[in-house]
């Protein structure tokens, strides 16, 4: 197996090209950009609550979790639009099951922000 030398020129284009996308999934989805509100109101939360770097930590992970799994999501859509622009069944069905990872992954990191922030708004309203 060849080992291609570390190349700074190519590292720079592969973050373009990541950047570009998820540009992309923010102008062309509608379900990203509340998330991506979401994660603003989550990030303006843990700020003015003071919330521990552990729980920010896990904050932070729940939600790249739901812009990973959305990213995902998109790209397959996508890529099945395409390949297949009609209408078939089982395209549908991998199409409802990744949106159904979507609002798992959204209710998830919702139940995470609950888990952590109820604690400190309690503290504030003693």
Do not use: W
């Not at 060849?2 to 590292?11: C, S």
């Amino acid at each position: 197996m060849n080992y291609e030398p570390f190349n700074y020129k190519k590292l720079f284009k592969s973050f373009n090209y990541a950047i570009r996308g998820v540009v992309f999934l923010l102008k062309s989805e509608q379900n990203a950009r509340v998330h991506a509100v979401a994660a603003i109101i989550v990030g303006v939360l843990a700020y003015i609550l003071e919330v521990s770097r552990l729980e920010a930590a896990i904050l932070f992970m729940a939600v790249i979790l739901v812009f990973a799994i959305e990213i995902i999501n998109t790209a397959i859509e996508k890529v099945f639009d395409v390949c297949y622009p009609g209408k078939h069944i089982v395209i549908r069905g991998v199409k409802d099951a990744m949106a159904g990872a979507v609002l798992i992954s959204a209710i998830i990191a919702f139940v995470v922000a609950l888990l952590v922030f109820l604690p400190h708004i309690r503290e504030l309203l003693k």
